[in-house]
């Protein structure tokens, strides 16, 4: 069983910064990719970033050269640093990772970008 955890959301002026972390459950974590997802109000869940377990990295256009995805397997953490944050940014954020064909998902962290 994977459980998957985040933290970090929160109500951020735009232009500022937040730092989402999930973390998860397991012993596998060092084996996986891992991704962040974001779902907006009255749209489709989009991918965000993924790493591999060998740290590669890979953004949606929206967000690249702002949002950086990392990881800590000795924490068995990921993280999303988040820059330049715009209006469009806000979303429901979940982490996920898949294993052994099945899909995990955290339960999402709000994150709100206003003025």
């Known amino acids: 069983q994977v459980q998957l955890v985040e933290s970090g959301g929160g109500l951020v002026q735009p232009g500022g910064s937040l730092r989402l972390s999930c973390l998860a459950s397991g012993r596998f974590f060092s084996e996986n990719g891992m991704s962040w997802y974001r779902q907006a109000p009255g749209k489709q869940r989009e991918l965000v970033a993924f790493?591999?377990?060998?740290?590669?990295?890979n953004y949606v256009d929206s967000v690249k050269g702002r949002f950086t995805i990392s990881r800590d397997n000795a924490k068995n953490t990921v993280y999303l640093q988040m820059n330049s944050l715009k209006p469009e940014d806000t979303a429901v954020y979940y982490c996920?990772?898949?294993?052994?064909?099945?899909?995990?998902w955290g339960q999402g962290t709000q994150v709100t970008v206003s003025s």
């Open positions: 996920k990772t898949r294993r052994n064909s099945v899909d995990y």
């Open positions: 790493i591999t377990s060998g740290g590669t990295t």
